[in-house]
């Protein structure tokens, strides 16, 4: 028997073929497929399972299949890459039908579902805050569901950002109330959502994460003010109890994140810490530590893996069809139990309601 495992990944020149090499669970090989979401074609059935189609790679990877087309069904997935992106790059209906075919995943596909969008993800953490207080210093946050109520700021400098986007992208800071209305009317040519934090004056930004059961800090600078554009300077930073505390916590969110990143700000002027957001599946990697953390991924993948396919499977009772009879018959052979009492005639139906159906409609 042979384990098939998809691999989504963005980033064309990193090698899982390679990485998961040889790997067995319980004895059986995995096969691995890579692929980007932009290759991917998928139909997933309720009975079969998903079927992926993958074309063939723009860069294919040597010694790899990627220069053909392939068709899996996978038994498993590793998801390495953001599902929404620029450019119209929207891939919500291929998670969709990962989901609908209740594939196992690292992260899990509910997790990843429910990090698509920032306020989501925000709640989260301010759920964490309230518990924790200043243990888990979050940045104060305003959020409009769109530009008419962009009306109420925090205190100027704010940043506002707009919809979904990471990576500095749909970012930006206004001094005053002038430049906020200028925002905010570009803001009515989109059906996006915004939300608005205070400036810090940073002088370095944190970021914490956490692969399994591994941990790393480091400390990012940077002379723009969106710490994640241009060139930055990484230094390696000691893990504290307060970062693993932060990682900790957001890696209880929507069920578990086993991959999972948390950005700060730190405030010179006060040596005051601001969380600003988590980042799951998809968080970029240091260059010098990208073969550590990628063998600390496949040791997650080996165990996530092994844990789900030793775990034991329900199995689903055929369903009387014959009604209520068969139902009674079926419940008298398997237990000693009398068969009930013939209830009342039933009543004469009226014919003024003779031949309509009644309907029922649960709303989950």
Same mark, same amino acid.
């Given at each position: 028997?042979?384990?098939? #495992?998809?691999?989504?990944?963005?980033?064309?020149?990193?090698?899982?073929?390679?990485? #998961?090499?040889?790997?067995? !669970?319980?004895?059986?090989?995995?096969?691995?497929?890579?692929?980007?979401?932009?290759?991917?074609?998928?139909?997933?059935?309720?009975?079969?399972?998903?079927?992926?189609?993958?074309? &063939?790679?723009?860069?294919?990877?040597?010694?790899?299949?990627?220069?053909?087309?392939?068709?899996?069904?996978?038994?498993?997935?590793?998801? *390495?890459?953001?599902?929404?992106?620029?450019?119209?790059?929207?891939?919500?209906?291929?998670?969709?039908?990962?989901?609908?075919?209740?594939? @196992?995943?690292?992260?899990?596909?509910?997790?990843?579902?429910?990090?698509?969008?920032?306020? !989501?993800?925000?709640?989260?953490?301010?759920?964490?805050?309230?518990?924790?207080?200043?243990?888990? &210093?979050?940045?104060?946050?305003?959020?409009?569901?769109?530009?008419?109520?962009?009306?109420?700021?925090?205190?100027?400098?704010?940043?506002?950002?707009?919809?979904?986007?990471?990576?500095?992208?749909?970012? !930006?800071?206004?001094?005053?109330?002038?430049?906020?209305?200028?925002? *905010?009317?570009?803001?009515?040519?989109?059906?996006?959502?915004?939300?608005?934090?205070?400036?810090?004056?940073?002088?370095?930004?944190?970021?914490?994460?956490?692969?399994?059961?591994?941990?790393?800090?480091?400390?990012? *600078?940077?002379?723009?003010?969106?710490?994640?554009?241009?060139?930055?300077?990484?230094?390696?930073? @000691?893990?504290?109890?307060?970062?693993?505390?932060?990682?900790?916590?957001?890696?209880?969110?929507?069920?578990?994140?086993?991959?999972?990143?948390?950005?700060?700000?730190?405030?010179?002027?006060?040596?005051?810490?601001? !969380?600003?957001?988590?980042?799951?599946?998809?968080?970029?990697?240091?260059?010098?530590?990208?073969?550590?953390?990628?063998?600390?991924?496949?040791?997650?993948?080996?165990? *996530?893996?092994?844990?789900?396919?030793?775990?034991?499977?329900?199995?689903?009772?055929?369903? @009387?069809?014959?009604?209520?009879?068969?139902?009674?018959?079926?419940?008298?052979?398997?237990?000693?139990?009398?068969?009930? &009492?013939?209830?009342?005639?039933?009543?004469?139906?009226? @014919?003024?309601?003779?031949?309509?159906?009644?309907?029922?409609?649960?709303?989950?």
């Amino acid at each position: 028997m042979v384990k098939h #495992l998809l691999i989504i990944e963005t980033t064309p020149t990193v090698n899982w073929y390679r990485i #998961l090499a040889g790997m067995h !669970i319980l004895g059986e090989e995995v096969h691995v497929e890579q692929a980007q979401y932009s290759e991917i074609s998928v139909t997933a059935y309720s009975d079969m399972g998903c079927v992926c189609v993958l074309a &063939p790679a723009r860069q294919p990877l040597e010694g790899t299949p990627q220069n053909t087309e392939r068709t899996i069904n996978p038994d498993f997935l590793f998801v *390495r890459s953001v599902t929404r992106a620029l450019e119209g790059q929207d891939s919500r209906n291929i998670l969709y039908a990962f989901m609908f075919s209740g594939l @196992p995943s690292v992260n899990s596909l509910e997790s990843i579902y429910c990090c698509l969008e920032r306020p !989501i993800v925000y709640g989260e953490l301010l759920k964490s805050h309230k518990k924790l207080g200043d243990r888990f &210093p979050l940045i104060p946050q305003t959020l409009y569901p769109n530009f008419r109520s962009m009306i109420i700021t925090p205190e100027y400098p704010l940043v506002a950002k707009v919809g979904h986007a990471h990576a500095g992208y749909g970012k !930006i800071k206004l001094h005053d109330h002038h430049q906020f209305e200028d925002f *905010r009317s570009v803001c009515a040519l989109s059906p996006a959502y915004v939300s608005a934090e205070p400036f810090i004056d940073w002088d370095y930004d944190i970021r914490v994460q956490k692969i399994g059961n591994h941990y790393r800090a480091f400390h990012r *600078r940077n002379p723009n003010w969106k710490g994640n554009v241009g060139s930055s300077i990484i230094e390696d930073a @000691p893990m504290t109890p307060e970062y693993q505390l932060w990682v900790d916590e957001a890696a209880t969110y929507f069920g578990g994140l086993d991959i999972c990143a948390v950005d700060a700000l730190h405030r010179k002027s006060d040596d005051k810490c601001f !969380i600003l957001e988590v980042n799951d599946t998809a968080i970029g990697l240091v260059h010098k530590y990208e073969p550590e953390d990628y063998q600390h991924m496949r040791e997650l993948i080996e165990t *996530r893996m092994t844990a789900y396919f030793s775990a034991p499977r329900q199995q689903v009772p055929p369903q @009387p069809t014959a009604g209520p009879a068969t139902a009674v018959a079926a419940a008298q052979n398997t237990a000693d139990v009398p068969a009930p &009492p013939p209830g009342p005639a039933p009543a004469a139906a009226d @014919p003024a309601t003779a031949g309509r159906k009644k309907l029922a409609c649960s709303i989950a």
